[in-house]
């Protein structure tokens, strides 16, 4: 009997929960705070599915009601996307600052 | 256009690029590098998905428009956001990630085809049940989050709202979306798929507004930990690795904040979920009568002098002292007292800002070396060995009342062993108690000189006194 895909699906979701909790785990606590703005910026690769909506319609239908959904739900994420990458980076940055003049 | 396999594996390789963005984050050295395995990850995800779509006809203009208009504005916050309003930005930005979870569920629902799950009217069950729970998750994490940003931006009151039979209703919405999604299934009614919606979006509310200002920092990670799992959902109704590999990571990140949160704060995950905490009057009133305990306060000149013949000084920060933007003068104070040979650290207690972490940030930002920063299990010894403890700011998490009072509703609560050092200075503009509605026994203890003075005030009078 074959398996169902769903369950190789299920198998890396738990997998990665597992991954997560000691990756996490191991995060300092002084980088909790980038920590969240990173993995709000990740948790947007959402946008795979957005895009997808958005380029479903053919040419003659460029804005069905799904593509539509499609389109906001692209600029959020790439609100997400750019603004968490950024503001970690920002803050990551003043983690190495000091660490230079202490030099 | 590529194979879907092919795809299928850049997926995962971007999956694997989160994974080790966060591993980066283990340290402040590799941090960086993390964040550029992150934005690698993110780039070919995005990068894939236009060449397994192919067929780009006139709407791609549109979508790399959009993109980057997104991508503009994402960008203009980044810079322009204080490090003090980063709860309010990562609350925010949580929102977005919820609406932007529904708004792919409804179009896969709308449009199944385009995903391979079937057509309108007619989706495949899991497919079905996997967009609903996705949807559903990812409306309670944007209106959810939207309270928390207001509450956190000051435009609703920190006070938790709460009425009576609260958790029965909320308990009789979260049942109502599992049978409605049973119903959804059996008919594939687009009706019932709005309402699921609809009561998701109202749950979040509901779920956030009895949560006090105090807790904030436990909301923000569970908000976290809901978006996570709202990817996730539409992780598995895409069948996409990347997807599902993200929402696992970030659901149990936010979840194992949330844990630390709690932890931090003695509160057990259910009382914080269930809110009132902050609204307690009883705890409120019994602190009247030790009012008329005597206080030792001082001026700038004697907290000067009491450093300056020092040997070691601990600095205790607390969200006020972010309030009153006193961390560049207290930086100006510590460089004046590292001149004079005097240790410095500075101790950090879980909870000291409004979010995981965001002490550690605000310090950083004001020039303060990471290695002087320590967490509380790895400084609470060397207090009984420090000469002065300079608490600007805290309030709540420096009370030994929560060692010693079981009555008290913060007993149990970790808290910095403050009062074992010699002399301590705390600034404060008055006696009033911290969050939790508690009296400090530490105001009225012999070695301590209150200053009354706003934080930044207090400390560029130091300054000037140190010279």
């Given at each position: 009997m074959e398996i169902d895909p769903f369950i190789f699906r299920l198998s890396i979701f738990i997998l990665s929960i597992f991954v997560g909790y000691y990756v996490v785990w191991s995060v300092t606590p002084s980088l909790h705070t980038p920590l969240m703005s990173v993995t709000n910026a990740i948790s947007s690769v959402i946008i795979v599915g957005a895009i997808i909506a958005a380029?479903?319609?053919?040419?003659?239908?460029?804005f069905s009601t799904s593509s539509i959904f499609g389109y906001i739900a692209i600029v959020l994420a790439a609100v997400n996307i750019f603004g968490g990458f950024l503001v970690t980076q920002r803050m990551l940055q003043m983690y190495k600052k000091k660490k230079d003049k202490k030099k | 256009m590529i194979s879907s396999n092919l795809s299928a594996i850049f997926y995962l390789i971007s999956g694997i690029l989160f994974i080790l963005a966060l591993r980066g984050l283990s340290s402040p050295d590799t941090s960086r590098q993390g964040n550029y395995f992150g934005?690698?990850?993110?780039?070919?995800?995005?990068?894939?998905?236009?060449?397994?779509?192919?067929n780009l006809s006139t709407s791609l203009i549109y979508v790399l428009v959009l993109l980057l208009l997104g991508g503009t504005i994402g960008a203009f916050i980044a810079f322009k956001i204080p490090m003090t309003a980063m709860p309010e930005l990562v609350a925010g930005f949580h929102s977005l990630v919820g609406l932007a979870a529904v708004f792919v569920a409804v179009a896969a629902f709308l449009n199944p085809e385009v995903f391979n799950l079937g057509f309108f009217g007619e989706?495949?069950?899991?497919s079905l049940i996997e967009m609903s729970i996705g949807?559903?998750?990812?409306?309670?994490?944007?209106?959810?989050?939207?309270?928390?940003?207001?509450?956190?931006?000051?435009?609703?009151?920190?006070?938790?709202?709460?009425?009576?039979?609260?958790?029965?209703?909320?308990?009789?919405?979260?049942?109502?979306?599992?049978?409605?999604?049973?119903y959804l299934c059996k008919t594939q009614s687009a009706n019932i798929f709005w309402l699921v919606i609809a009561i998701s979006f109202l749950i979040g509310v509901l779920l956030i507004i009895p949560i006090g200002g105090a807790d904030m920092p436990?909301?923000?990670?569970?908000?976290?930990?809901?978006?996570?799992?709202?990817a996730a959902g539409i992780g598995f109704t895409l069948e996409n690795t990347a997807l599902i590999i993200t929402g696992a990571l970030v659901g149990s990140s936010g979840a194992i904040l949330s844990y630390i949160m709690c932890k931090a704060m003695n509160r057990s995950f259910f009382s914080v979920i269930l809110g009132g905490f902050g609204a307690d009057s009883?705890?409120?009133?019994?602190?009247?009568?030790k009012d008329k305990k005597p206080v030792k306060s001082g001026n700038a000149?004697?907290?000067?002098?009491?450093?300056?013949?020092?040997?070691?000084?601990?600095?205790?920060p607390g969200y006020g002292m972010a309030v009153a933007q006193a961390q560049h003068a207290l930086r100006e104070m510590v460089d004046k007292l590292k001149k004079n040979d005097i240790k410095i650290s500075y101790a950090i207690h879980p909870v000291a800002g409004r979010m995981p972490g965001h002490m550690n940030v605000l310090l950083a930002e004001a020039n303060v070396p990471y290695d002087e920063v320590f967490e509380l299990e790895d400084i609470n010894n060397d207090f009984a060995n420090a000469d002065v403890a300079f608490v600007i700011g805290a309030?709540?998490?420096?009370?030994?009342?929560?060692?010693?009072?079981?009555?008290?509703?913060?007993?149990?609560?970790?808290?910095?062993?403050?009062?074992?050092?010699?002399?301590?200075?705390?600034?404060?503009?008055?006696?009033?108690?911290?969050?939790?509605?508690?009296?400090?026994?530490?105001?009225?203890?012999?070695?301590?000189?209150?200053?009354?003075?706003?934080?930044?005030?207090?400390?560029?009078?130091?300054?000037?006194?140190?010279?």
């Open positions: 380029l479903a319609g053919s040419s003659t239908e460029i | 934005i690698a990850g993110m780039f070919i995800a995005v990068v894939v998905t236009f060449l397994s779509i192919g989706i495949k069950l899991a949807a559903a998750v990812g409306a309670i994490t944007f209106s959810g989050s939207i309270i928390a940003f207001l509450k956190l931006r000051g435009i609703m009151s920190g006070a938790p709202i709460t009425f009576l039979g609260q958790h029965y209703i909320n308990l009789f919405l979260g049942l109502g979306i599992f049978i409605l999604i049973f436990v909301v923000i990670s569970m908000l976290n930990s809901y978006s996570g799992w709202a009883s705890s409120a009133n019994s602190n009247a009568q000149e004697d907290a000067a002098f009491l450093m300056k013949n020092a040997s070691s000084v601990i600095i205790v309030n709540d998490v420096t009370n030994p009342i929560a060692k010693t009072d079981p009555k008290s509703p913060i007993f149990g609560m970790p808290v910095l062993d403050v009062e074992k050092c010699k002399s301590v200075l705390f600034v404060k503009r008055s006696l009033s108690p911290g969050y939790a509605g508690v009296d400090n026994e530490l105001f009225y203890r012999d070695n301590t000189l209150m200053l009354f003075a706003d934080a930044k005030k207090m400390t560029e009078d130091i300054v000037k006194n140190l010279d």
